[in-house]
T-cell receptor, first 111, second 116 residues
Framework: RKEVEQDPGPFNVPEGATVAFNCTYS??????FFWYRQDCRKEPKLLMS???SGNEDGRFTAQLNRASQYISLLIRDSKLSDSATYLC????????????FGQGTTLQVKP | DTGVSQDPRHKITKRGQNVTFRCDPI?????LYWYRQTLGQGPEFLTY????????KSRLLSDRFSAERPKGSFSTLEIQRTEQGDSAMYLC??????????????FGSGTQLSVL
């Protein structure tokens, strides 16, 4: 089983739609969680951190469910510019500095 | 430009040759990471440094791979006797960490390696 699993998609949605991505992680001791965005042929960039209480940044909402080891990202009112791959990222536990990336979920927003 | 820079951007080599990549992190960052990414996959952890110390290395990394960060600033990643399976994008990232992990990583644009 992969340490971080995502549905690779692609998700094809019209502009203005609401779309949700899910991610599961295997290490119950994981402590930090993030969503990164990667545009085609570009490097990943941090989109937002994910906090236990859930957090929102404009049209983006991230939620964490530790009991189910599940992270989600909700994008409301999708824009064409949201088209990208969204990477779920988990920091493990203990002394490791390793951040583990999921496979990524590809979103294509169409006019 | 004060971001993470990687050199070269592209490298084409023949199987069996050695290659070396360089990464210059953001100057005040004490942590430096190497990741590898293939098409359709997320970045895969290779190794990371805190200052000049290499603190963790992936079990997936064969003995053909070696990384250094001699003065705690720039880093090099060398692949010896390259194989076609080494073809990938090699990403470097840096961060500043105070007391914890999971801090924001800043990635370079990567080095695309093609092994013929």
């Amino acid at each position: 089983r992969k340490e971080v699993e995502q549905d690779p998609g692609p998700f094809n949605v019209p502009e203005g739609a609401t779309v949700a991505f899910n991610c599961t992680y295997s290490n119950s001791a994981s402590q930090s969680f993030f969503w990164y965005r990667q545009d085609c042929r570009k490097e990943p960039k941090l989109l937002m951190s994910v906090y236990s209480s859930g957090n929102e940044d404009g049209r983006f909402t991230a939620q964490l469910n530790r009991a189910s080891q599940y992270i989600s990202l909700l994008i409301r009112d999708s824009k064409l510019s949201d088209s990208a791959t969204y990477l779920c990222v988990v920091w493990g536990s203990g002394n490791t500095g390793k951040l583990i990336f999921g496979q990524g979920t590809t979103l294509q927003v169409k006019p | 430009d004060t971001g993470v820079s990687q050199d070269p951007r592209h490298k084409i080599t023949k199987r069996g040759q050695n290659v070396t990549f360089r990464c210059d992190p953001i100057s005040e960052h004490n942590r430096l990471y190497w990741y590898r990414q293939t098409l359709g996959q997320g970045p895969e952890f290779l190794t990371y440094f805190q200052n000049e110390a290499q603190l963790e290395k992936s079990r997936l990394l064969s003995d053909r791979f070696s990384a250094e960060r001699p003065k705690g600033s720039f880093s090099t990643l060398e692949i010896q006797r390259t194989e076609q399976g080494d073809s990938a994008m090699y990403l470097c990232a840096s961060s500043f960490s105070g007391t914890g992990f999971g801090e924001k990583l800043f990635f370079g644009s990567g080095t695309q390696l093609s092994v013929l």
